[in-house]
């Protein structure tokens, strides 16, 4: 299967989206983020990261709580992904801020 991507075009604005990284990110969440041992609080951390025009992460911080250890283990799964891409506007690479949820559910 070649590489998926859509463009949304909002004024003068056009963004690339790679579905594939996406997916492979997703994954990658999936099978590493992990409820922390001893743990009893359930829901959703919000993560918000920068990246740079290479696709390097920068910076992320939590956007909101849910307990210090959930916090803890949603951005240690955030910094310790490898394969960030950049954010392309134009067909250019640009710096991006991104937010994402994670779900935290007691197995």
């Known amino acids: 299967m070649g590489k998926q991507t859509i463009k949304i075009t909002e004024a003068a604005l056009t963004t690339t989206f790679d579905f594939d990284a996406i997916k492979k990110f997703i994954e990658y969440i999936s ?3 992990n409820y922390p041992e001893g743990e ?4 959703e951390v919000l993560v918000e990261y920068t990246t ?3 696709g390097k992460l920068i910076e992320a911080h939590i956007k909101q709580n849910l307990s210090e250890a959930t916090d ?3 951005l240690r799964v955030i910094r310790s992904y490898a394969d960030w891409k950049p954010r392309i506007i134009h067909s250019q690479p640009k710096p991006g801020k991104h937010t994402i ?3 935290f559910k007691r197995p």
């Not at 009893?40 to 829901?43: D, I, L, P, R, V």
């Open 31 to 33: 099978n590493n983020l």
């Open 101 to 103: 949820p994670l779900r």
């Open 72 to 74: 803890a283990e949603a």
């Open 40 to 43: 009893t609080a359930e829901g």
């Open 52 to 54: 740079d025009e290479e």
